[in-house]
């Protein structure tokens, strides 16, 4: 059994070496089904990676003025929806962009390096083998809409009813008026949470506003507002909702 695991992971490792090198399979290799299977697979893999790296490479070099566009991303987009983490401020300046693109090459390389690994420790079946172990948990930082949902405390929707700064700190104390309940089901008419002064954006009384607030947390990771955003915000937390309620989050 161990002879079969060794081989089949080395033939993963070998189709995903072809396939990021460019490089020919071994002679012979026409007659290994799972081996074809393999570099078959590995071959759309890298596709995909190096659509995403041109995509990124384009954005992060376009000239100072013009306008930005989003790249696609299948995940939710953050603060306009990418659950979790908060909202970060983009930098115009070009030698912001080259670190930022030299990173995420970085990343991309590393992210192939550790699953080349992954495959030959896990003989090519280690989606499957992961996700029963897995047991359907899911943790805060979850990069699934799912698993976002699943380790939420508090997903609402509403307007800012009052904003007060909190004293003694660079914080606001926001009233929200709830519309909607998406996590939990139901509950007060009026939530109440903090948020730091330089958030970006700033909530103010009688904004529209679409928040999540992790568990063990008083603060949200995500706000959004402007009707366009929160009806994104809106559609893939309703998605999402039914397969959270599967999910443990531990």
Known sequence: ???NE???GERAVDALMAAITDEPLPAGAETDG????EHRAALADVAVLREQLGIIGAALAEPEGAAERPAPVPAP????????GRPGRRSRRPAARAVAFGTLVAAAVAGAVVGMGWLAASGGDGVSADSKASGGKADAS????PGYVACARLIVEGTVADVEPVPGADQDRIALAVDRYYKPAAGKDQVTFVMDHDVDPRLHQGDHVLIGIPRDSAVPDIWTTGEKDIA???AWIRKALPESR?????
Not at 34 to 37: K, Q, S, V
Not at 77 to 84: C, D, F, L, N, T
Request: proline share 7%; glycine share 4%.
């Open 142 to 145: 979850s990069r699934t809409a």
């Open 232 to 234: 994104h915000e809106r």
């Open 1 to 3: 059994m161990a002879e």
């Open 34 to 37: 799972a081996l074809m299977a």
């Open 246 to 250: 599967n999910l443990i989050c531990e």
């Open 77 to 84: 987009r953050e603060h306009a929806g990418r659950p979790p």
């Open 6 to 8: 060794s081989d089949a």
